[in-house]
């Protein structure tokens, strides 16, 4: 079957079998930094965003996906202009084996666009469904609130309008 | 000379052998030296941007024409034997392109266990065989076209099985009359090998007059412990990718931590030259010693020997909790004999471990489980038995801690316990008996890797630091006050810990490094970054060598074509071994870097002598002030004056292994309605010589805490009455989340290693041996009660509770 769907940005019409999960199809397209820990749901290693929330792209068929907006973690930075919450895990040696880490930061950018200055808890919540066997988590969390910081300084320093973020972190203050 | 002047002047000594003087040094020499530029900093590692932005290439990122999908047939039986196979109608599936199982393979015996040649575990494992010896063994596997049609055709294959009596209690494997796991004629093992007890490996190991230093014992403490099966959980699964390249030549892809060791093990299961075997590490998601195994390749590699095609096997999680390795479960029973002063006279340890199946790595972590606690506190005697026994349950291996964070929970349980015994302050009584510098480890050669070991002797141990600055931390005097009235009781524990850095004697890596024309560097090592770290480790190691910003490194690791040989990354070596590897070869290039700078100045018509040149800032300099970059070196040397190009090796292998020494403490809460335990802060002070790369060296501390606090509180394997893992989920097999995690703190004790590279020792390991113990201890101290059995559940803890409140014994 086909699907129709955008992807970072970008309209994507693929070829896909009814049963196939939105992991296989997107990794199959290129989209490589979308990883597979469990296929159950239990590790958010595979986490994108679907409409701007964050699902594990092991639970979605590829077909519900269709006419859905798909981000994933080639779609948040790149070399030449990473997102402050990748250079957040590069500055806080949150990387170690790195397996987690795009689905983290899939699940910090969720999470930062709702709640712009999470509480420690609040991180630790949202980070609790991306189990990381390196880091025991405590550097993964310094860098979502060193991200969160860096957001929201840009928001109140910049005044172009085109990061959703900042504007979510102007407009609460 | 300054200092770097000093540093290019000393090159020629730099690796050589000391004396044995100049080991037998006092804290005098073993400051830190001020002045480093690359090491004992934190840069940005070299690859976390890469990673970060999701373009690491891990194993299975990789698209291949044609690949074929690999799916295997897994036994459901704990023991049985195969009377026959049908796979008519496997063949039958539409794609399927090759199916293998022990009718069609050849029978080589082999251990899995990814350790030097010859490896010291028995050789009893094949590709398949014609019996399964516990619930997930091999069977057969197929290779498809599509993933699905694999998985069709595994499930239409028919196998008729005898099944045969399992083992499920170590305790059972032994005895008279039990089932013989391994009946196969091939199987051998080391002395003490006994297939016909189901016994994998065995050593009794006596240092002293044991019984008579038992006998003028003040008081002898007898405990028993138990410590259970711990799954790995590399995020990334086992994944292998293969495929035939252009000159025929069997190209293996592999998330493996011993690039090397696997094409070695390959050559000889497949029957193939080495030579015809690539072995590619490319990025690895985790590794912890899951992956120093050869537990996948050799099934894509046989099929695409067969049939000319890629191939791809890659893991599910439910296949990796049940298949994979574990860490092994322990009984063990310690013994001490002391004086009423609280001096230690004699310890007494014997383990009964359980490999399951096959006995990969059961020898030497079983050694190391002694081998890593004994040493610790000074004593006239020392006694070891083990005996490492087949059952039909999950197979053991290779995890982090390598068998001391099994010993660490009877021992450091064991301390505190004797302490109370002698009314003595456990950590007084810990300072009085734990080792110090300049003393000698008696027990190094008695427990050698499968072999006697060379001597050890401690020269860095800051052991008596770590207890100071974690006390402070944690602030021990706390304890006395913490509240016990009311349900939910508040107690601290800590403990001492000892680890070793690579297998002396044994580990070789090496390193080749060579020059560019803009001034960087291509440092390649066989050393596999498994996400600890190691290949910005040894790019800071190598800058610091040729002062050069760590950016100027280009790192490639491994890949048995292009890399010079590495051991591997495993028993915390890679700093200590490989890193050393790395400085001389940097050594060396300086050396040439001198000289090819005489050669130009004097082409230049401005000679100078070599004596007092040294190297700063990418470049190298005279004692008048004037420098060459080496940019414009290399240019020279490429295309101008005595052209050649600037490049040297390094390999390094040691008789030291020096230990990296912690103290662990813990604050816990206890309910006792509930049993439930929560850790409220824990503190790690370790001492790992000069950290190359502190960040790192915190992370790999804080990442084995969280590690082994599932270990010590919520990580189990549960099975049926057939032998079947129950818990093969991540939803059913508990690890610690970033909720559960207490405040963590880590201090990195300043200390300085002689024998390593830049005064650094090893770190990853020793994390792992903390938990367990200082978590059992912080809960005797909060409900006063002696939980000797990890994981710490609820269940037990309440269970305890209940009985001492019934005034049972406890
Ligand atoms: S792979 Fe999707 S949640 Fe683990
Ligand atoms: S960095 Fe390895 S799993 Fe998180």
Same mark, same amino acid.
């Given at each position: 079957m086909k699907i129709e769907l955008e992807v970072n940005g970008a309209r994507a019409c693929w070829e896909c079998e009814p049963h196939e999960m939105l992991t296989e199809v997107l990794r199959r397209n290129g989209?490589?930094?979308?990883?597979?820990?469990?296929?159950?749901?239990?590790?958010?290693?595979c986490s994108v965003l679907l409409d701007g929330e964050e699902v594990?792209?092991?639970?979605?068929l590829a077909a519900q996906a269709s006419g859905h907006a798909i981000t994933t973690i080639e779609g948040?930075?790149?070399?030449?202009d990473p997102h402050a919450i990748q250079l957040a895990f590069v500055d806080a040696t949150?990387?170690?084996?790195?397996?987690c880490t795009p689905g983290m930061v899939i699940a910090t950018k969720a999470l930062l666009e709702e709640?712009?200055?999470?509480?420690e808890r609040e991180v630790r919540e949202c980070l609790a469904g991306h189990p990381c066997r390196?880091?025991?988590?405590k550097k993964p969390v310094e860098a979502v609130l060193a991200a969160a910081a860096t957001l929201r300084a840009r928001g109140v320093v910049s005044?172009?309008?085109?990061d959703p973020i900042a504007d979510t972190a102007r407009s609460v203050g | 000379m300054n200092d770097v002047q000093k540093k290019a002047g000393d090159l020629a000594c730099a690796g050589a052998p000391r004396s044995e003087d100049e080991w037998d =040094?006092?804290?005098?020499? $073993?400051d830190v030296p001020d002045?480093? =530029?690359?090491?004992n900093k934190s840069p940005r590692r070299l690859d976390a941007l890469k990673l970060a932005l999701g373009k690491g290439t891990y194993a299975d990122d990789l698209e291949l024409d044609g690949v074929l999908f690999v799916k295997v047939l897994w036994s459901p039986h704990a023991h049985a034997r195969i009377v026959s196979i049908d796979t008519t109608e496997a063949e039958k599936?539409?794609?399927?392109?090759c199916v293998l199982h022990h009718g069609n393979v050849p029978r080589v015996a082999y251990t899995t266990?990814?350790?030097?040649?010859?490896?010291?575990?028995?050789?009893?494992?094949?590709?398949?065989?014609?019996k399964v010896r516990f619930?997930?063994?091999?069977?057969a596997c197929v290779a498809a076209d599509s993933e699905r049609a694999a998985a069709i055709a595994v499930s239409k294959i028919k196998v008729e099985y005898d099944v045969l009596p399992a083992i499920f209690d170590p305790r059972a494997a032994?005895? !008279?009359?039990a089932v013989q796991?391994?009946? !196969?004629?091939?199987a051998v093992g080391l002395p003490g090998y006994d297939k016909t007890r189901n016994i994998a490996a065995a050593m009794h190991v006596d240092h002293g007059d044991v019984d008579g230093a038992f006998a003028r014992a003040d008081l002898v403490l007898e405990r028993e412990y138990s410590v259970p099966y711990q799954a790995?959980?590399?995020?990334?699964?086992?994944s292998a990718l293969t495929w035939l390249d252009e000159d025929n030549r069997l190209v293996v892809r592999v998330a493996t931590q011993v690039p090397f060791h696997s094409r070695r093990i390959l050559a000889r299961l497949l029957g193939i030259?080495?030579?015809?075997i690539r072995v590619i590490k490319p990025r690895?998601?985790?590794?912890?010693?899951?992956?120093?195994? @050869?537990?996948?390749?050799d099934l894509p590699a046989m099929v695409t020997l067969r049939t000319g095609r890629p191939a791809r096997l890659v893991l599910t999680r439910a296949e990796e909790l049940t298949s994979s390795r574990t860490r092994h479960p322990q009984l063990l029973r310690w013994k001490t004999g002391v004086m009423r002063?609280?001096?230690?006279l004699a310890q007494e340890l014997d383990v009964l471990a359980n490999t399951g199946a096959y006995g990969a790595h059961a020898l030497t972590v079983q050694s190391c489980t002694a081998g890593k606690t004994l040493p610790l506190y000074r004593a006239e005697a020392h006694r070891f038995l083990m005996k490492a026994v087949y059952t039909n349950l999950p197979v053991a291996g290779a995890f982090r801690g390598y068998g001391g964070p099994q010993g660490f929970v009877a021992l450091e349980s064991h301390m505190d316990e004797l302490a109370g015994l002698l009314g003595l302050d456990p950590v007084q009584f810990r300072r009085m008996n734990v080792v110090g510098p300049g003393?000698?480890?008696? $027990?190094a050669q008695a427990l050698g890797e499968g072999k006697e070991g060379p001597p050890q002797r401690f020269r860095s141990c800051a052991i008596q630091d770590c207890i100071d600055q974690g006390m402070a931390a944690i602030d021990w005097s706390r304890r006395a006050t913490l509240p016990k009235e009311g349900p939910i009781k508040r107690g601290m524990g800590m403990t001492c810990l000892m680890h070793g850095s690579g297998i002396p004697g044994v580990d070789m890596g090496s390193a080749r490094l060579k020059l560019n024309e803009d001034g960087s560097f291509n440092l390649h090592v066989g050393a596999t970054d498994i996400g600890t770290g190691s290949d910005t480790i040894l790019a800071q190691i190598a800058a610091e060598a040729l002062q050069v910003? @760590? !950016?100027?490194l280009i790192v490639y690791s491994s890949d048995t074509d292009h890399t010079p040989f590495d051991k591997g990354?495993?028993?915390?070596? =890679?700093?200590f071994i490989t890193g050393v590897s790395v400085k001389k070869a940097a050594d060396g290039v300086v050396r040439q870097l001198l000289d090819a700078a005489v050669v130009m100045w004097a082409h230049h018509g401005d000679p100078c002598p070599r004596e007092g040149l040294f190297v700063k800032a990418g470049a190298v300099h005279r004692p008048d002030g004037k420098s060459l970059g080496y940019d414009a070196i290399c240019l020279s040397t490429f295309y101008?004056?005595?052209?050649?190009q600037i490049m040297d090796h390094g390999s390094h292998m040691t008789f030291e292994c020096p230990p990296p020494f912690a103290a662990h403490f813990a604050e816990v809460e206890v309910?006792?309605? =509930?049993g439930g335990v929560k850790v409220l802060r824990y503190v790690a002070a370790v001492?790992?010589? @000069?950290?190359?790369h502190p960040k790192s060296a915190e992370g790999q501390t804080e990442g084995g805490i969280g590690q082994m606090l599932g270990y010590a509180l919520s990580e189990d394997f549960t099975f049926d009455p057939?032998?079947?893992? $129950?818990?093969?989920?991540f939803r059913h097999y508990k690890q610690f989340s970033a909720l559960d995690m207490p405040e963590l703190q880590t201090i990195l004790v300043k200390s300085f290693e002689p024998?390593?590279?830049?005064g650094a020792k090893s770190v990853s390991?020793?994390?792992?041996?903390?938990p367990g113990p200082t978590i059992l201890n912080a809960i005797a101290d909060a409900i006063g009660i002696r939980i000797? !059995?990890?994981?710490?559940t609820p269940e037990k803890v309440r269970k305890a509770w209940l009985e001492k409140q019934a005034g049972g014994a406890k």
């Open positions: 989209l490589l930094g979308v990883k597979r820990g469990c296929e159950s749901g239990d590790c958010g290693a594990p792209s092991c639970l979605v948040v930075g790149d070399f030449d949150a990387v170690q084996c790195g397996y709640r712009p200055s999470p509480s390196c880091t025991g988590h005044d172009s309008g085109d | =040094t006092g804290q005098g020499s $073993l002045g480093y =530029t690359a090491v599936v539409p794609g399927v392109r266990a990814g350790q030097g040649h010859p490896e010291p575990s028995p050789y009893d494992s094949f590709m398949f065989d014609a619930v997930g063994d091999r069977v032994f005895a !008279e009359g796991i391994h009946d !196969e004629p091939e790995h959980c590399c995020l990334e699964p086992h030259p080495l030579q015809r690895i998601g985790g590794g912890f010693g899951g992956k120093q195994e @050869v537990l996948l390749e002063d609280g001096r230690i003393e000698d480890n008696p $027990l910003p @760590v !950016e100027k990354a495993y028993a915390s070596s =890679t700093t101008s004056h005595d052209q050649h309910d006792t309605e =509930t001492d790992c010589g @000069v950290p190359i057939g032998g079947k893992l $129950l818990s093969d989920s024998a390593g590279p830049f390991e020793i994390p792992a041996d903390g000797r !059995e990890l994981p710490i």
